[in-house]
């Protein structure tokens, strides 16, 4: 049978005394499980305190990156706030010139967007970001309902502008009127009576005719019973007609403004005198021009 125990002997050096450390098999088997056992046990226990210490700096990065989000979250509320604050300004005013120009609502200013509401916008959760995406969709929805409610009253007042200016407005010469507009006797035969498309200004020739509106020049020539005469075309169905002119100053297809001089007052044509034969017209019918005058 096998010995079970285990000597272990020592001998200092320059000495003759033998030291002896007798041990059982199974002593040494648990020594050694036990020092198995605390070692592996404080192997975990350094390696649980390193990840402990691991996780808590990770911790600690993440709370300051949290908070940090959180205050970013709470500027970008604030200037949601003051965005939502100007638009609704800007459709306040928007109502204004639309109330000036007398265009109405665009269609889903009232149904879908509201653009009134205010009050104080608080930064969301860290785990719900909806409120505030919800906010910065009707922001956007509203912009883009503005911009489109800007374009159409940009539009209405450059239209406006632009039949304002094309619209006959004040006298094409100085002078004094001698024959209206309408049915009159004829200056050539007092026994004939025939309409007077447009009205006589007596001038001295030479007087400065000057255009009415803004439009092109659509004929510039000499023709029977105007004479020498200036057509101008100034859209929205509106044209001026200048006769017996002695002289013109424009070319067809030129772009006149009102105020513009067009030719100097004459006699030419059929004509008893010096005057400026002035008439309005609407999509090809005669108007008074005492109306625009």
Request: proline fraction near 4%; avoid cysteine; hydrophobic fraction near 35%.
């Amino acid at each position: 049978m096998s010995n079970k125990n285990y000597t272990i002997l020592l001998i200092p050096e320059g000495s003759h005394k033998v030291r002896r450390y007798t041990f059982g098999r199974n002593w040494l088997y648990s020594v050694t499980t036990t020092l198995v056992i605390i070692f592996l046990l404080g192997s975990f226990l350094l390696f649980d305190y390193f990840r402990n210490n691991a996780d808590i700096s990770e911790l600690k990065r993440l709370q300051v990156q949290n908070q940090l989000q959180q205050n970013e979250l709470r500027e970008y509320a604030n200037r949601l706030e003051d965005v939502r604050k100007e638009m609704v300004i800007l459709a306040q005013n928007d109502a204004k010139m639309r109330a000036l120009a007398q265009i109405s609502h665009p269609t889903g200013t009232q149904e879908n967007i509201q653009v009134g509401i205010g009050g104080p916008v608080d930064a969301p959760p860290e785990s719900d970001m909806t409120n505030l995406q919800q906010q910065i969709d009707q922001i956007r929805a509203s912009i883009d309902l503005r911009r489109e409610s800007q374009e159409e009253v940009r539009g209405f007042l450059t239209e406006q502008s632009s039949l304002l200016s094309s619209k006959p407005s004040g006298w094409p010469a100085r002078g004094w009127l001698t024959s209206g507009f309408g049915i009159r006797q004829s200056p050539f035969n007092t026994a004939q009576r025939s309409m007077h498309e447009g009205i006589d200004i007596a001038a001295r020739i030479g007087t400065p005719v000057y255009a009415t509106a803004a439009g092109i020049v659509s004929q510039a020539h000499l023709e029977n019973g105007y004479g020498k005469v200036v057509i101008i075309d100034h859209g929205y169905g509106y044209k001026t007609i200048y006769g017996h002119n002695s002289k013109l100053m424009v070319k067809v297809g030129q772009r006149v403004k009102r105020g513009d001089l067009l030719a100097a007052s004459g006699n030419t044509g059929t004509s008893t005198g010096a005057h400026v034969h002035y008439e309005v017209r609407l999509n090809g019918v005669p108007i008074n021009p005492r109306k625009f005058i």
